[in-house]
Structures are given as structure tokens and as C-alpha cells.
């Protein structure tokens, strides 16, 4: 998968049109369709623009490299489901959205501190073991 497609991938979970992704960058629909299709290689201004707007690991967006974030989103979806759990029934608890659990979940988006913090009260984590779980992993 290239960083078009990550993009994509990006733009489509957090339901946005090519227009209204591209508007968000000064970029038309077509220059984002061009980059989801691979025909046209992002900036790195852009690839920038788009980690930072949705809190994501620059190396994961540019490259495809499987970073710290994305193994904390693991390791928080099988706390999760050890619970027996649905992201709805957590997003309730937490008042969170369920889609914010699923883009941290799958490594779209990095759990915000306040997210961290609700996410160890919620299921009695250490935040220590929790995040040093992640920092074992790379």
C-alpha cells in the first residue's frame, strides 16, 4: 500500500469527499484523486499537513511503516475485546465517538492523553504498562 492509498484510506474513514479533503489542504479533488491513484507522489508538505490534521506518525503516512501509535491502538482493541466490549459500548462509557476508537484502534490516529487517561480508568490499566507496551514495540 503507498501513501496514496494510506491517504485515502485516511480521507474515506473520516468521511470526507475528495473535494472537501482537498479543501481542507488548498488542493482540488483532482489533485487528490491523482495522489490516491498513485498518479501523482504527495508532497511532503502535504503528507505533513495531512499527520498533523489527524494526529498521525509521519514515517506511517510517507512510507508505510508500522510505528508506536499503531501498536498502542492494538494493544488497547485486545484490551478492549478481552472485555467482551463493543467500540459503541466503550465510546459510551468514555464519551468518546465509536469512530474515534476505531481510527485509534487500527493506527489512524494517535489516542489523545485525555483518551489515554479515560482508557486506563475504564479498564483498570496501568498507564505505565500500557504505554510501555508500546515502547517495547518497533
Known sequence: MGAGERIK????TNGFT???????????????????KERKNPSKTLLL?????????????AYGKKYK????????RAI??????????????????ASYISRVENGFEKPSEMYIALFC?????????LL???EKCG
Open 80 to 97: 478492549r475485546k478481552e472485555a467482551n466490549l463493543t467500540q459503541k459500548e466503550v465510546a459510551e462509557k468514555m464519551t468518546v465517538t
Open 49 to 61: 499537513f495531512i499527520s498533523s490534521k489527524f494526529g498521525l506518525d509521519y514515517e506511517w503516512l
Open 121 to 129: 480508568l475504564t479498564f483498570g490499566v496501568e498507564r505505565e504498562k
Open 69 to 76: 501509535a499503531m501498536k498502542l491502538g492494538e494493544k488497547m
Open 18 to 36: 475528495q473535494e472537501e479533503f482537498g479543501k481542507m489542504f488548498g488542493l482540488s479533488h483532482s489533485h487528490i484523486s491523482n495522489v490516491e
Open 132 to 134: 510501555g507496551a508500546m
Open 9 to 12: 484510506e485516511i480521507r474515506k
